[in-house]
């Protein structure tokens, strides 16, 4: 591994002055949505692939969103994609940015993912596996590409080629350089993941990816989100903590808990002095609830992205210890999702609630 005050260097290079990220968020609304992926896709690569991009549902659930005021969606794109098609990739790109913003949505990309399936492959997707949640999203790249820093280079046309044709769309909020580095999958994948060591082997590309996006010259702001540790000081800072917050333009950061634990992590963001976003929140049965969390995220003006819109192929619906104990009938507490596959509310109480958060 790198020096990281090097890698860190590497990844800042024309980083953002906090003034700057400043005046970009004065000029924008209280962003709020969802990590989006349609109900008729189990991950990323069934979302974007020409057989199964789905105009249409797309459109109707963005409409859904959009009832609801929400108005910035963060979404996943994958490195496959690319590799096996770039400029229909870009043009798919493109078509979904139309439907989005038709119905008044920006967009946050995600370009790499540590989470779930370490494997990932082009075509047909295997089905779900019953009662489990996200049972084959699927890591971007898959461990095969990140144990190789030659197989991981190659990707840097990607990562360019992506920001080059979108740098000065409005349309377009921010760009996510990396979800979750460091996780290992334990209670999913465990072994068949790199293990206690991935953040080691991901921090150096974690490096490279912002300095790639940054090369491509952005008008929108980057970022990573950190997720786990303690962030109060930058002394208990991990080394992938610490390229994230400094590298990142605008902080954001995930929280699956009650309102006290959301309310700590911000109070050790706020010491950056930039925008903060929460890209990942909202599971309902860990105390993470709208109603709970978002009044405070308004108050804050502080960006709330909540897992998940509408029930579907990928089972978010169900909790995460259905990876143990997969789910024979429908949980009696929804984990995330807001609306059913026919657009009827999970809970017409809780719809009602955003609603009127976003028109207050």
Known sequence: MQNLNALIELASSNRWSEARAQEWYRAMPWLVGA??????????????????????SIDRELGWAADLGMNSMRVFLHDLLWQQDSAGMLGRMEWFLQIAARHGIGIMFVFFDSCWYPFPYLGKQREPE?????????????????????????????????IERFREDTRIHAWDIWNEPDNANALSYGPRDIGEIKGRVVLPHLAQAFAWARAAQPSQPLTSGVWIGDWHDDAGLSPINSLQLQASDVISFHRYNALDMTQKAVETLKRFNRPILCTEYMARGVGSTFEAILPYFKEHKIAAYNWG?????????MPWDSWQNPYQVEPPIWFHDVFRTDGTPYRSAEVEFVRRMMKD
Do not use: C, K
């Open 35 to 56: 990590n989006f992926l349609p109900s008729s896709a189990i991950n990323p690569l069934e979302m974007w692939q020409e057989a199964t991009f789905d105009p249409q």
């Open 309 to 317: 819109l509408v029930e579907g192929r990928s089972q978010t619906y």
């Open 130 to 162: 019953p009662g489990v949640h996200n049972s084959f999203w699927v890591q971007s790249p898959g461990v095969r590409v990140l144990q190789d820093p030659h197989q991981f280079e190659t990707l840097r046309g990607y990562v360019t080629g992506v």
